[in-house]
């Protein structure tokens, strides 16, 4: 049995997965992005089931068995190998940061500005087939209108602050990935990091947009400013969260080994 990569062999294995999500054409990138945007619904829908499901005998132990059913969503998502938005950070910045003499700015651009958008695209769609009604379980649509009230209703403040979590979250689930070789390794991780990200709840734009955007549907209270609002503050904490808090630091810890190597060797 083989032991885990070191930082570096983990940070050169991104900076391959890197190359390539930069390097997509724009066809192929819009497409992964779509889809990752409607997969993760999947995740969405089994919670609000559930959630309707546990809840009336169970109380708040529903949070905790709809967190489980959410989960499954990160799998598909990974295993898939489709572009998430904030799951793509750590990847490309790795090959931006291993580049020398170029930053290769604009292909980073491109590559959030559409994952963001055909993500959103793909996920409103989505929703939109499983809000026709008898689609859904009766009482899951009024626990999903009642997890959207409950984002939407807290300062943006913590809306921000929670997003910064959930940056770092989904940011460490790619570093992770790089670290282990198996299907298995990876459905494992995926499905803890969806389950977590659940429970907290911690806001990662997507799936929190998409949260909204169900409460929309279900709850006609919610109106649009309230959906960009929402997207615009956790799109920021994600930022923070998954560049400067998780692919910065992982970034310096390789530089730094590698600096203290030539060091050594001089």
Do not use: C
């Not at 999947?42 to 959410?70: K, M, N, Q, S, T």
């Not at 997890?147 to 959930?166: K, Q, Y």
């Not at 977590?196 to 955007?213: E, K, R, S």
């Amino acid at each position: 049995m083989s032991g885990a990569p070191v930082p570096e062999e983990i940070f050169n294995r991104a900076v391959e997965e890197g190359e390539r999500r930069l390097e997509q054409s724009l066809l192929e990138l819009v497409s992964t992005s779509f889809i990752a945007g409607f997969t993760i619904v999947f995740g969405i829908a089994a919670l609000g089931v559930v959630d309707a499901l546990v809840e009336p005998r169970f109380g708040a132990v529903a949070h905790i068995a709809g967190a489980l059913a959410f989960g499954v969503g990160v799998v598909f998502l990974v295993v898939g190998r489709t572009e998430l938005f904030n799951e793509n950070f750590f990847d490309p910045a790795a090959k931006v940061v291993d580049r020398d003499g170029s930053w290769l700015l604009w292909p980073l651009v491109r590559l959030w500005t559409v994952t963001l958008v055909f993500n959103l695209v793909g996920g409103f769609l989505f929703a939109l087939v499983f809000a026709v009604d008898g689609v859904l379980p009766a009482g899951s649509a009024h626990a999903l209108g009642r997890s959207a009230e409950e984002i939407v209703h807290r300062p943006m403040t913590a809306v921000f602050a929670s997003a910064i979590v959930g940056g770092a979250l989904v940011s460490l689930l790619s570093f992770l990935l790089e670290g282990v070789n198996t299907v298995g390794s990876r459905i494992t991780l995926a499905y803890i990091v969806g389950f977590l990200l659940a429970l907290g709840p911690f806001d990662h734009v997507i799936v929190t947009a998409i949260h909204v955007f169900f409460g929309m549907l279900f709850d006609p209270v919610i109106g649009y400013r309230t959906l960009l609002e929402t997207i615009a503050v956790a799109t920021a904490g994600n930022f923070v969260g998954g560049l400067g808090l998780v692919t910065f630091t992982h970034v310096a810890q390789v530089r730094g080994a590698r600096n203290s190597d030539d060091g050594g060797e001089s």
